[in-house]
């Protein structure tokens, strides 16, 4: 009677089970695990602070599981962008590194050991969409203006190679600009040059450049990437292929502020349930709390949305990573 009656016990026990075993085997997958997150920069500064706020809500949202960061400085993030690249796709290694080296990986630099197109793409938590500022006191009034201007005008960026360099002498060169590169401009110096009128603007990110603008000292005439609606997208603006190629790229690494990702081949279950708790820490209040606090604009994107917005940042015609070389390299076409 025992051994008749366990029959259909074990059965039902088995039939309930299949329809909890994919849920329950994602919330398990890492449980008593150790999960590295890797920070391509030393300790400190915004790279750190996101990665270690990341892994922090990521490990609440993964039961039983811990998160370690751990920092790999050097190269200007390659150094940590190729051991995640090359780490085991377990899914127990995940990291974080400036996307900005789509720029290295385009022009073909022997140190990049990873393609951005096949990592495990986990998410992109913030924007930090860029804008063509001009001074208050300056007369060009919009974008149209500044294209027109018969004189080059003066636009002011950090050191040579920096990415407000390499940005600036890309839209400069790509679109045909009347602009005048003034590079060395570091910290706030840019803003000061302005005021005193010795620059007319700059390419700069949104966030640093929007106090400046609010307390009226300079005006937004153009936007790359985000969502704001108070200035046109530059996109929208450009027509021809080289200037709408340009623009993407900016626009990619604008849209794609602050990433985590996994090693190539990491498997669908673990890559699911990766994915499943970076979207609920950036959904968690203390998150949003965070952002907020670093003027940064929450705009989630999730896995393979990941690479829809790298994509046409990758397709560069020849003539375009000529240019690309050359910002890199410093000088001006």
Not at 113 to 121: G, H, M, N, P, Q
Not at 253 to 277: F, M, S
Not at 281 to 306: H, M, Q, S, W
Not at 321 to 331: E, F
Request: some cysteine; charged content about 20%.
């Amino acid at each position: 009677w025992r051994m008749t009656r366990a029959r259909p016990l074990a059965f039902l026990a088995c039939l309930f089970s299949s329809f909890l075993t994919p849920a329950l085997a994602q919330d398990e997958a890492f449980r008593g695990k150790t999960v590295t997150y890797i920070v391509a920069t030393g300790p400190g500064g915004g790279y750190d602070s996101h990665g270690r706020l990341v892994a922090r809500l990521m490990q609440k949202y993964l039961p039983g599981a811990t998160i370690a960061v751990k920092n790999v400085p050097g190269g200007g993030h390659l150094i940590g962008a190729n051991m995640l690249y090359a780490a085991r796709p377990d899914g127990l290694t995940i990291g974080t590194f400036n996307i900005g080296l789509i720029y290295d990986q385009l022009v073909g630099r022997p140190e990049v050991k990873f393609d951005l197109a096949r990592f495990s793409w986990i998410g992109n938590a913030v924007s930090d969409p860029r804008v063509v500022v001009l001074a208050a006191q300056s007369p060009v009034m919009d974008w149209k203006g500044l294209a027109a201007q018969p004189q080059p005008v003066t636009f002011g960026t950090a050191n040579i190679g920096s990415a407000s360099y390499v940005e600036t002498s890309l839209l400069t060169s790509a679109l045909n600009l009347p602009i005048r590169l003034r590079p060395g401009l570091t910290g706030n110096e840019d803003q000061q040059a302005m005021r005193r009128g010795d620059i007319a603007g700059a390419v700069a990110a949104r966030a640093v450049y929007e106090p400046f603008v609010r307390d009226g000292f300079a005006r937004i005439v153009a936007q790359i990437g985000g969502g704001e609606k108070d200035a046109p997208q530059l996109a929208t603006l450009v027509s021809e292929a080289r200037g709408r190629h340009i623009v993407a790229l900016i626009q990619a690494q604008a849209d794609l502020a602050r990433i985590t990702a996994a090693p190539p081949g990491v498997a669908a279950p673990l890559l699911d349930a990766l994915r499943t708790a970076y979207r609920r820490a950036l959904d968690d209040a203390d998150f949003r709390i965070e952002a907020t606090k670093l003027g940064r604009a929450v705009e989630p994107l999730i896995g393979d949305d990941v690479l829809k917005s790298l994509r046409p940042a990758l397709d560069q015609t020849p003539e375009t990573l000529a240019l690309i070389k050359d910002a890199l390299d410093g000088r001006k076409r």
